[in-house]
T-cell receptor
Framework: AQTVTQSQPEMSVQEAETVTLSCTYD???????LFWYKQPPSRQMILVIR??????QNATENRFSVNFQKAAKSFSLKISDSQLGDAAMYFC????????????FGTGTLLAVQP | GAVVSQHPSRVICKSGTSVKIECRSL??????MFWYRQFPKQSLMLMAT?????????EQGVEKDKFLINHASLTLSTLTVTSAHPEDSSFYIC?????????????FGNGTRLTVT
């Protein structure tokens, strides 16, 4: 079974600085997809960024980028120029390339942004 | 705007009663929807996969007789917590994909906070 591990329960960053959130996963599959979701206090799940495993190029979305290391099964999220609105719980998620389409979530990292 | 609507956002019920939570895809058809449960400060745990026109697929350890799922149409799935008890108090979130492809991200409803007294 696939598992997703986020080893940092909490992180803190100064406004305008850069922070990296870690995520590792375990799978025997070769084709899969990885996601980072943000959950602010409102509890709404918001997609931040996604990565296809077959792509070597790291995904980027404005201030958000990932460092995808397939061999190491690592998928970290870098937030540049952190803003107060980035404060939230961040979940790393994995999905097989298959019919079920279900997401497996990590335990989450609570990010605080200090003004 | 929201593509998945979940209702109600909050519900308080007495122990022993049943509660129904609705999940609607607003501008697309979803043959598959997913129901998650989240305890405070914890991750989302998949409860079941709701399949339109067929029985739901439950994850290991989830009581299918307690958590009844009905996916009667391509835009609506319902989760009924039957004979609710205080330990069922939790945050329940549904999700669906706009497209039937693995790469298509899941869109989530706003969740339902259930409190059983």
């Amino acid at each position: 079974a696939q598992t997703v591990t986020q080893s940092q329960p909490e992180m803190s960053v100064q406004e305008a600085e850069t922070v990296t959130l870690s995520c590792t996963y375990d799978t025997s599959e070769s084709d899969y997809y990885l996601f980072w979701y943000k959950q602010p206090p409102s509890r709404q799940m918001i997609l931040v960024i996604r990565q296809e495993a077959y792509k070597q190029q790291n995904a980027t979305e404005n201030r958000f980028s990932v460092n995808f290391q397939k061999a190491a099964k690592s998928f970290s999220l870098k937030i540049s120029d952190s803003q107060l609105g980035d404060a939230a719980m961040y979940f790393c998620a994995y999905r097989n390339d298959g019919a079920t389409n279900k997401l497996i979530f990590g335990t989450g990292t609570l990010l605080a942004v200090q003004p | 705007g929201a593509v998945v609507s979940q209702h109600p956002s909050r519900v308080i019920c007495k122990s022993g009663t049943s509660v129904k939570i609705e999940c609607r895809s607003l501008d697309f058809q979803a043959t598959t929807m997913f129901w998650y449960r989240q305890f405070p400060k914890q991750s989302l745990m998949l409860m079941a996969t709701s399949n339109e026109g067929s029985k739901a697929t439950y994850e290991q350890g989830v009581e299918k007789d307690k958590f009844l799922i009905n996916h009667a149409s391509l835009t609506l799935s319902t989760l009924t917590v039957t004979s609710a008890h205080p330990e069922d108090s939790s945050f329940y979130i549904c999700s669906a994909s706009r497209e039937e492809t693995t790469y298509s991200p899941l869109h989530f409803g706003n969740g339902t906070r259930l409190t059983v007294t």
